[in-house]
């Protein structure tokens, strides 16, 4: 079988058989890849923690049939190990692994920006000089926009005049002005408007000066607007108090 070598986020892992697991992971050359873990379940494994949900390991994979085996792993980083200390961060953080792994579609199809996105996501996430909910929506509205789904939190999506402008709504992309505004639109404070412009892009002085109001409602629109862009909901949002 021929060997590759790459590194990945570990995103998700299930059982498979008595001992083995089927690990999915975001890797940085290959996309999405699930791939065998040979008796990683054995209290003798000698893969340890490595191949946990949240890992940046370094890897060698045997490409298979079906599904590749891993058959090295070297941990680059432990989240798992920060996140689990911190249950803010890590339901926070698993929003940002599920996220991912349903915008990342194609299997092998190569995802760089979505990998360095989720390295730096979770990055900030275990370093906590932000605050979790904070990290989760910055890095939801970028995954979004790489995606192919950046929102306009300044021009009117309809008419492109700049705004600030009132009216937001998530199935049209952002926000609106005053003429072209559709039914149903949320009317946010126009402080949250600029709140939503600085978490896109990882303006962190004005999101640490923001009011928690405003905070508040800023995480309620980036769950409107992943949920829009999202076929279905994400089962780990639950367990994120918003
Ligand atoms: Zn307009």
Same mark, same amino acid.
């Given at each position: @079988? ?14 498979? #058989?008595?001992? +083995?697991?089927?690990?999915?992971? *975001? ?8 791939? =065998? &873990? $040979?008796? =990683? ?27 590749d ?18 249950? +803010?961060?890590?339901?926070a #953080?698993?929003? @940002? ?10 299997? $092998? ?14 990055? &900030? @996430? ?6 979790? $909910?904070?990290?989760? +929506? ?7 926009? =790489?995606? #192919? ?14 705004g600030?402008?009132r ?24 402080e ?10 990882? +303006? ?17 629109? =980036?769950?409107?607007? *992943?949920?829009?862009?999202?076929e279905?909901?994400?089962?780990? @949002? ?5």
């Open positions: @079988m021929p060997l590759y070598r790459d590194e990945a986020v570990v995103l998700r892992t299930h059982k498979l #058989g008595e001992a +083995d697991r089927i690990i999915t992971l *975001l890797t940085r050359q290959h996309g999405r890849v699930r791939a =065998v &873990a $040979k008796g =990683v379940r054995r209290t003798t494994s000698r893969w340890g923690s490595r191949l946990e949900p949240f890992t940046h390991v370094d890897l060698q994979l045997a490409e298979g049939r079906s599904l085996v891993i058959t090295q792993a070297e941990t680059l980083e432990p989240f798992n190990a920060r996140l689990g200390l911190d249950y +803010d961060r890590y339901t #953080g698993t929003v @940002m692994l599920e996220t991912a792994e349903r915008l990342v579609t194609e299997e $092998k199809e190569p995802a760089v920006q979505q990998f360095l996105l989720l390295v730096g996501g979770l990055r &900030a @996430m275990a370093g906590g000089e932000h605050p979790a $909910k904070q990290v989760l +929506d910055s890095y939801l509205l970028r995954s979004l926009s =790489v995606a #192919g789904y950046a929102p306009s939190f300044d021009h009117c999506v309809q008419c492109g005049i700049e600030p402008h009216f937001f709504n998530p199935s049209a992309g952002g926000v609106l002005c005053a003429s072209d505004r559709l039914p149903g639109s949320a009317t946010p404070a126009s949250t408007v600029v709140l939503l412009g600085a978490l896109l892009v990882g +303006d962190w002085p004005v999101v640490h000066a923001a009011d928690p109001r405003h905070l508040r409602e800023a995480s309620n629109l =980036v769950t409107a607007y *992943l949920s829009w862009h999202l279905r909901g994400l089962r780990s @949002m639950a367990y994120v108090e918003r």
